[in-house]
């Protein structure tokens, strides 16, 4: 069966530092996503990333890929306080499961 | 178009009654999935449609039954539910593991929150 870890499962970060989310995963995938929640919001997809190798940046946000480690990370870079939210990953392969997510939490 | 709709938005139900709540995408996306989450948890998938025949039952009480009536819709029927059944219940839509195109994302739908009473 799919397991995907994730971690750290809290993140307090002050503004303007870098930080890493780790996601790792049990079996091969196709494709691996992460989300961010808002409170009593739903899932707002940030990147999607199906080859090795993989990396996509949308703003402070980096995500990458590397399917022989079985291993995406979240970076952030100068953290803003707009960024405070649950960042989950999820794995697809013929279901789609998630990572017990990230509640990242950026301090003035 | 990206969006995957569901109603309704808000749900209170009584544990006698019988109640439905729909997902409608319009992508063309061959896989449907229901989620349920519990407030500070991750979403825990239900079930999974692809091609509109259900190809994942995670052990779900039969109290919860999807139904995918066609390749846009997947409705989630409730019935004789417990109050630990409230939750935030997520539809999500893909192109199928297997499946080639442009669009490669899974889309998420902004949930019922159901109350159950």
């Known amino acids: 069966e799919l397991k995907v870890e994730q971690n750290p499962l809290f993140l307090s970060m002050q503004e303007g530092k870098n930080y890493t989310i780790y996601c790792n995963y049990s079996t091969t995938s196709d494709r691996l996503y992460w989300y961010r929640q808002d409170p009593g919001k739903s899932l707002e997809s940030l990147f999607v990333l199906l080859s090795n190798g993989a990396v996509k940046q949308e703003g402070r946000l980096m995500a990458s890929l590397d399917t022989k480690a079985r291993l995406s990370t979240l970076h952030i870079t100068a ?4 960024l405070s939210a649950t960042y989950f990953c999820a794995v697809q392969r013929n279901d789609m499961r998630f990572g017990a997510g990230t509640r990242l939490t950026v301090k003035p | 178009d990206t969006e995957v709709t569901q109603t309704p938005k808000h749900l209170v139900m009584g544990m ?4 439905s709540l729909k997902c409608e ?5 061959r896989a449907m999935y229901w989620y349920k989450q519990k407030a500070k948890k991750p979403p825990e998938l239900m079930f999974v449609y692809s091609y509109e025949k259900l190809s994942i039952n995670e052990s779900v009480p039969s109290r ?3 139904e995918c009536p066609n390749s846009s819709l997947l409705n989630l029927h409730l019935h004789a539910l417990q109050p630990e059944d409230s939750a935030l219940y997520l539809c999500a839509s893909s192109p199928p593991p297997a499946g080639q195109g442009i669009r490669t994302e899974a889309f998420f739908g902004q949930g019922t929150r159901l109350t159950v009473v």
């Open chain 2, 64 to 66: 919860f039954s999807p």
């Open chain 1, 79 to 82: 953290a803003v306080h707009d």
């Open chain 2, 25 to 29: 995408q319009h992508m063309g996306h």
């Open chain 2, 16 to 19: 006698t009654n019988k109640k």
